[in-house]
T-cell receptor, first 113, second 117 residues
Framework: AQSVSQHNHHVILSEAASLELGCNYSYGGTVNLFWYVQYPGQHLQLLLKYFSGDPLVKGIKGFEAEFIKSKFSFNLRKPSVQWSDTAEYFCAVNDNYGQNFVFGPGTRLSVLP | EAGVAQSPRYKIIEKRQSVAFWCNPISGHATLYWYQQILGQGPKLLIQFQNNGVVDDSQLPKDRFSAERLKGVDSTLKIQPAKLEDSAVYLC???????????????FGQGTRLTVV
């Protein structure tokens, strides 16, 4: 069965600091990888996704993630965070067969103004 | 395009009562999911439908939870009787593709926050 772990439960940064959120998954086959964001009081929204091709993917709002197959990792990065990035971030994985999306436990990001 | 619609947004019930949640996926989306998100955790799949058939309900507590998607469009999730540990946000999501082997993303509704007292 697939599983997803996220390295940090809660990250606190000041505005303009760089961000990296870790995500590792366990699954031996071909996977699709996602980062979703949940702003306070809002629904889960897709930040970016990786299906195939270039392992460095760019998403909305200046976020990017790098898929490293040998490390089973899909870390999320942003060079300079803003107060409006305060949210909960979820890494998720699925395959093309069952298409069940398996989520990590989430990382809460607090950006201080 | 309209997103995934869910109702109600909030529900408070006493333990042992029953409750139902409704979801209308994005038009044309064949696959529908119900997830349970307990505070501080990631969403956990309860059931997955493709059209009106169940693909995966292995994590659905079938002694108290049931779900249906009769016409392959909207869906209801029911809990009867509710327990305190069912307090969570219930999320509905949908994806477009009708067949497997095609990568796609899931679109989520706002969720229903259930509090069991």
């Amino acid at each position: 069965a697939q599983s997803v772990s996220q390295h940090n439960h809660h990250v606190i940064l000041s505005e303009a600091a760089s961000l990296e959120l870790g995500c590792n998954y366990s699954y031996g086959g071909t996977v699709n990888l996602f980062w979703y964001v949940q702003y306070p009081g809002q629904h889960l929204q897709l930040l970016l996704k990786y299906f195939s091709g270039d392992p460095l993917v760019k998403g909305i709002k200046g976020f990017e993630a790098e898929f490293i197959k040998s490390k089973f990792s899909f870390n999320l990065r942003k060079p300079s965070v803003q107060w409006s990035d305060t949210a909960e971030y979820f890494c998720a994985v699925n395959d093309n067969y069952g298409q069940n999306f398996v989520f990590g436990p989430g990382t809460r990001l607090s950006v201080l103004p | 395009e309209a997103g995934v619609a869910q109702s109600p947004r909030y529900k408070i019930i006493e333990k042992r009562q029953s409750v139902a949640f409704w979801c209308n996926p994005i038009s044309g989306h064949a696959t529908l999911y119900w997830y349970q998100q307990i505070l501080g955790q990631g969403p956990k799949l309860l059931i997955q439908f493709q059209n009106n058939g169940v693909v995966d309900d292995s994590q659905l507590p079938k002694d108290r939870f049931s779900a249906e998607r009769l016409k392959g469009v909207d869906s209801t999730l029911k809990i009867q009787p509710a327990k305190l540990e069912d307090s969570a946000v219930y999320l509905c999501a949908s994806t477009q593709h009708r067949t497997a082997l095609v990568a796609t993303e899931a679109f989520f509704g706002q969720g229903t926050r259930l509090t069991v007292v």
